[in-house]
Nanobody, 127 residues
Framework: DVQLQASGGGLVQAGGSLRLSCEAS????????IAWFRQAPGKEREEVSC????????YFSDSVKGRFTIPSDNRKNTVDLQMNSLKPEDTAVYYC????????????????????WGQGTLVTVSS
């Protein structure tokens, strides 16, 4: 089974940065997509980003585009999420997820696209 471990959350002031890590293990294929989702208090879980292993293409939601990125210096089997210019509305529990298929394509925003989920890491942005 694929196992995911998300880490790196914490408390940061608005305008600051955090780098989350998603360490994955148990893949039986080289073709997979790794996504980040988040769930703010009292809100539904929403998509943040996705990267595909076969093409390396990255996708970001409009709310984080230009502020979040997936660094190219990731360690093997780890997908990081670099979060810059953080805002109080970025406060949420961040989850990483993995799905079969090496491209994110148009379905990356949907939770059903992913088979495995990490436990989540809390990010709190103070104003």
């Amino acid at each position: 089974d694929v196992q995911l471990q998300a880490s790196g959350g914490g408390l940061v002031q608005a305008g600051g940065s955090l780098r989350l890590s998603c360490e994955a293990s148990g893949f039986t294929s080289d073709d997979y997509a790794i996504a980040w989702f988040r769930q703010a208090p009292g809100k539904e879980r929403e998509e943040v980003s996705c990267i595909g292993s076969s093409d390396g293409k990255m996708y970001f939601s409009d709310s984080v585009k230009g502020r979040f990125t997936i660094p190219s210096d990731n360690r093997k089997n780890t997908v990081d999420l670099q979060m810059n210019s953080l805002k109080p509305e970025d406060t949420a529990v961040y989850y990483c997820a993995a799905g079969v298929g090496g491209q994110c394509t148009g379905g990356w925003r949907f939770e059903l696209r992913y088979d495995s989920w990490g436990q989540g890491t809390l990010v709190t942005v103070s104003s």
